[in-house]
């Protein structure tokens, strides 16, 4: 298969910091669209894959699943894009498409392997897929989204991951105007499932350690910070929530929490990836026929309808753009959460 040699940043092993580098992209095949890259959002996921904190990492490493740019080219069998249009591309670029999950839409549970935007299977030209630290991107149009034209742009990047990650959960437990939803954390996740609680009508409480973010969640949208660490808080919404979106991105204990469900309601965890070393606590559970479940990012179909109601309402990230060069001192300040709530790379940087 022919490839197109463009220029990307990413690092060779989990200790090199990220650096300028070639990699090879494919050219464009008949259901493919080929995408310039204008803006990439950092996810803590990028730090995670360049560092092999989950294990697994391939390398050379390039990441970035929150891209954002202009198509230059279609292939042949392309309907639902043309030359010149803003697209986008979130953390899959393929699945099986005939599981049950893939049935359904469901493309990031798909029962045989989603491939990722990085780090994933490359099925066209072997070895292992990179993201969107790169100058181009060649994706299957059926992974490709539509971006509306009315917001900033850059500030849309991280709506195709911290966005549908906040997104997917609040539609699947059917939060309306009539729902209460707490969030856990106030960051990259954070933030966004704030705005979107509140977008879709919510009551929405933020749950943080610190009252320094009072001022932050409130402008937000928030309607009520609740300190976690303050019991008589606590007590006081004890029982009121329907929902709770759990963004923490650490082992931390999730027991506080259970008993500010409502009956029937769920604490969804979408920020942590491992063991949870604090043993679960089962009575507030099975007195209130209470929950705790899992969300990982969304489909394609849901994706695309998070992108629609944020062009209706004019919800975007809040974010810090940087450029390309800058990508190694960005992942220690996220270390530090010290952004207020997302880095964007401005790729033109790269040129």
């Known amino acids: 298969m022919n490839t197109t040699t463009v220029k990307a940043f990413g690092t060779e092993s989990k200790e090199a910091d990220l650096k300028e580098m070639n990699i090879e992209r494919r050219e464009v095949q008949p259901n493919d669209v080929e995408i310039e890259i204008h803006y990439c959002g950092v996810c803590h996921s990028d730090l995670h894959t360049a560092r092999n904190d989950w294990g697994g990492s391939k390398y050379p490493a390039v990441p970035g699943h929150e891209i954002i740019g202009k198509i230059t080219k279609v292939g042949s069998s392309v309907t639902k894009f043309k030359e010149g249009d803003l697209a986008g591309v979130g953390c899959l670029v393929d699945s099986c498409g005939t599981c049950e999950s893939c049935k359904q839409d469901l493309e990031q549970y798909c029962l045989n392997g989603s491939i990722q935007t990085y780090n994933g299977k490359d099925e066209f030209l072997g070895g292992h897929t990179f993201g969107g630290y790169s100058q181009k991107v060649v994706v299957s149009e059926d992974f490709v989204l539509k971006i509306p ?78 300190i976690s660490t303050d019991e008589e808080q606590m007590k006081s919404v004890a029982g009121k929530f329907d929902l709770i979106i759990d963004t923490v991105p650490y082992d931390h204990d999730v027991n506080p929490y259970m008993a500010t469900l409502n009956v029937n309601g769920t604490n969804v965890l979408v920020g942590f990836i491992g063991k949870m070393e604090d043993a679960l606590s089962t009575p507030p559970m099975i007195t209130g026929r209470r929950s705790v479940a899992g969300s990982m990012i969304g489909g394609i179909a849901e994706t695309q309808e998070m992108l629609d109601f944020c062009g209706e309402h004019n919800i975007v990230s809040d974010i810090e753009m940087i450029k390309m060069q800058d990508i190694n001192e960005a992942y220690e300040r996220m270390l530090k959460s010290d952004v207020r709530y997302r880095f964007v790379i401005d790729m033109k940087s790269l040129s």
């Open 149 to 226: 034209e009315n917001l900033d742009l850059a500030a849309v990047a991280p709506l195709l991951c911290a966005g549908i990650t906040t997104w997917s959960p609040l539609r699947h437990w059917n939060v309306t105007k009539d729902s209460k939803v707490a969030v856990v954390g106030l960051g990259g996740l954070g933030h966004m499932a704030i705005k979107l609680a509140k977008g879709l009508g919510a009551d929405v409480t933020l749950f943080s350690r610190s009252p320094d973010k009072t001022e932050d969640a409130k402008k937000l949208g928030a309607d009520a910070v609740v």
